[in-house]
């Protein structure tokens, strides 16, 4: 016994599709165009209202603790790339521990520069 599915006279076929799809743009981008105008307004006029009310105080407590970071970063890094390549280098293979030498050049790198270049953001001294 087999089962049919009977399909009515009219299926929607791709081009019907696409043209429902291009009626919802249309009736959308007419929707945003028609409260836009309302919206703008009062979206300006909140940054204005805020202007001078901006409080910056926790900025220099957020970048020390992006420096802190930096610098906890670094030392990890730089001790990470230490110990792989005193691995390699205490098992005889002298070749494969170079790319754990500039892991640790670059961790270096992070805890001198990244720090120091926090630091200079908001005039903290090291």
Do not use: E, N
Not at 66 to 90: D, E, H, N, P, Q
Not at 95 to 114: K, N, R, S, T
Request: proline share 3%; hydrophobic share 50%.
């Amino acid at each position: 016994m087999t089962h049919r599915i009977s399909l009515p006279y009219h299926s929607s076929t791709a081009l019907d599709l696409d043209k429902t799809h291009m009626r919802f743009v249309r009736r959308a981008a007419h929707q945003v165009r028609l409260v836009l105008p309302a919206i703008l307004p009062l979206v300006l006029s909140t940054v204005v209202h805020a202007q001078g009310t901006m409080d910056f105080s926790g900025a220099q407590t957020l970048m020390g603790t992006f420096k802190t970071f930096a610098m906890y970063a670094g030392a990890v890094i730089c001790l990470g790339g230490l110990i792989f390549a005193g691995i390699r280098m205490m098992s005889g293979r002298f070749q494969d521990a170079i790319p754990g030498l500039f892991g640790a050049l670059f961790g270096a790198g992070v805890l001198g520069w990244g720090a120091g270049w926090i630091g200079s953001l908001t005039g903290q001294s090291m």
